[in-house]
């Protein structure tokens, strides 16, 4: 199951593994699947991804189903990819709300590994420290703020995360103890000198990166950097992006993938895949 907020990535991600797996540009560890039915939406994104655009958000009102089903030929495994293409908001009210769509639930019942994105082009967590809030204190000429004046979108973003996350083990969701993959999205976008993924966690996302390392929840974790885009691109309709005429002339367009991490080759987008569904052998 696929898992993150709005704007980290997770529908690019979709878009660019389709594009690799139906193109076989390049070869990838798992390959395409079998799929029956529906499955216009998917390949639309990933025609905007071939063409140098930014895919287009899900809308409030709009849900997408994504499966993407995938094949380890060696073993004759099957994997199936899955998400709610819920707007995140669905998520990020869920923390505040404590509701969500019953299909999550089945969803989450159904999982036997997560693929969690963060993006490393949010920086909503950076502004304010527990620092700041002893100042805030110690300055009397401050209003008291009224404690019902609660406003859940200011909550730090890996607090609402871990939340979510330990909701996940606990009725009606009951998730089963499974790996997760942290997907760091946009990696093209952090400095030069991070190389490290897990290392980009622990530093951004401390609190996260420390429940991860002890739920009960996660058997085990790796975390990768993956960037899917290459770059900055925009909407169709909206003027070529910054980085569309570099990313267009990266042939074929499976290269503009890169992924960083344990076991993984340049470009392949299906390797974290392989290890969430215990498919990798060792090396
Ligand atoms: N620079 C860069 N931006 C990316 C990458 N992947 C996604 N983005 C941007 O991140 C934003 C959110 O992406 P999207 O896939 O729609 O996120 P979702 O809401 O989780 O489905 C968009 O503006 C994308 O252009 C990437 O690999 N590199
Ligand atoms: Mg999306």
Known sequence: MVFGFTRTG???????????????????????GKHAGQF?????????WAEGFEVERTTVTQVENIRINLLDSGSASKVALEFDD????TFEQAFATRLCPEKFV?????????????????????????????????????AVADPNDWD???TPLQVQLVDLLQCLQR?????????VAVIVSAWDLVPQDETDPARWLEKRYPLLSQYLGNSEGA???????VSAQGGKLSKKGNGPGPDRERLLATMPASKRVKV??????EHDITRPLMWLAGLETAS
Not at 86 to 89: A, R, V
Not at 260 to 265: I, L
Request: net charge negative; aromatic share 8%; proline share 4%.
């Open 10 to 32: 997770k529908t690019t991600f979709a878009a660019a593994l389709w594009h690799q797996v139906d193109s076989e540009e390049i070869p990838t560890v798992l390959t395409k």
């Open 219 to 225: 058997t085990d974790v790796r975390i990768y950097g």
């Open 106 to 142: 089945e969803l989450v019942k159904g999982a036997r590994g997560m693929l969690l994105f963060v993006s490393a082009d949010r920086h909503n967590d950076d502004a304010v420290t527990i620092l700041d809030a002893f100042d805030a204190e110690e300055d009397e000429t401050q």
């Open 260 to 265: 960083v991490g344990p076991e993984t080759t």
């Open 152 to 154: 859940g979108t200011k």
């Open 86 to 89: 819920l707007s995140g908001e």
């Open 40 to 48: 216009a939406y998917v390949a639309e994104i990933s025609e905007a």
């Open 171 to 179: 009725a009606p969701f009951s998730m089963v103890p499974m790996r």
